[in-house]
T-cell receptor, first 117, second 113 residues
Framework: GAVVSQHPSRVICKSGTSVKIECRSLDFQATTMFWYRQFPKKSLMLMAT?????????EQGVEKDKFLINHASLTLSTLTVTSAHPEDSSFYIC?????????????FGPGTRLTVL | SQELEQSPQSLIVQEGKNLTINCTSS?????LYWYKQKYGEGLIFLMMLQKGGEEKSHEKITAKLDEKKQQSSLHITASQPSHAGIYLCGAGPQETSGSRLTFGEGTQLTVNP
């Protein structure tokens, strides 16, 4: 089946530093990947749509200069949280979209827990 | 924008009991997805419903999309501790795309042995 990985699974960093999170589709190519953010006991909030070879599309209220997205290949998208602050601490989940018999399906990564001290 | 409301927000049941989780949309649902999430982990795809009146089952979990396509229910029969987790419904903005999913707030299910 379609597998999506994320690295790292957990990261702790100091305030002001930048953190890069990788999202990889392991056994399929994904022209589109999505980045979500999840707060404790809350639902997933879509941050941006990452398209291979083009600029990411950000949702309203999401700072594109704060959350840099690069979709370098059909199997890799990266999210860089620049100059991280404690309020950026969250659970970040990516998903990769692939065509299926039912149209398109999204497969989710296991998530990355970011803690900014 | 589409909004999804799930009820109940949390549910505690005794092992062996049946339960139902509801997901109500502010707009017509074209593709309704159910996922399960363990705290701090990714989402596990359960089922996708597209047609009004559609019903799908997988093991002891059954999901339905009502005829008017604005509400879906997820029913678990004879619940087990392994069913515990957060259940999320998600919906896409149009019929042919699973992209840009909007999620409900989730339902936290606890199954006591």
């Amino acid at each position: 089946g379609a597998v999506v990985s994320q690295h790292p699974s957990r990261v702790i960093c100091k305030s002001g530093t930048s953190v890069k999170i990788e999202c990889r589709s392991l056994d399929f190519q994904a022209t589109t990947m999505f980045w979500y953010r999840q707060f404790p006991k809350k639902s997933l909030m879509l941050m941006a749509t990452s398209n291979e070879g083009s600029k990411a599309t950000y949702e309203q209220g999401v700072e594109k200069d704060k959350f840099l997205i690069n979709h370098a290949s059909l199997t890799l998208s990266t999210l860089t949280v620049t100059s991280a602050h404690p309020e950026d601490s969250s659970f970040y989940i990516c998903s990769a979209m692939t065509p299926s018999g039912r149209g398109y399906e999204q497969f989710f990564g296991p998530g990355t827990r970011l803690t900014v001290l | 924008s589409q909004e999804l409301e799930q009820s109940p927000q949390s549910l505690i049941v005794q092992e062996g009991k049946n339960l139902t989780i509801n997901c109500t949309s502010s707009k017509t649902l074209y593709g309704l997805y159910w996922y399960k999430q363990k705290y701090g982990e990714g989402l596990i795809f359960l089922m996708m419903l597209q047609k009004g009146g559609e019903e799908k089952s997988h093991e002891k979990i059954t999901a339905k999309l009502d005829e008017k396509k604005q509400q879906s229910s997820l029913h678990i029969t004879a619940s087990q501790p392994s069913h515990a987790g957060i259940y999320l419904c998600g919906a896409g903005p149009q019929e042919t795309s699973g992209s840009r999913l909007t999620f409900g707030e989730g339902t936290q299910l606890t199954v006591n042995p």
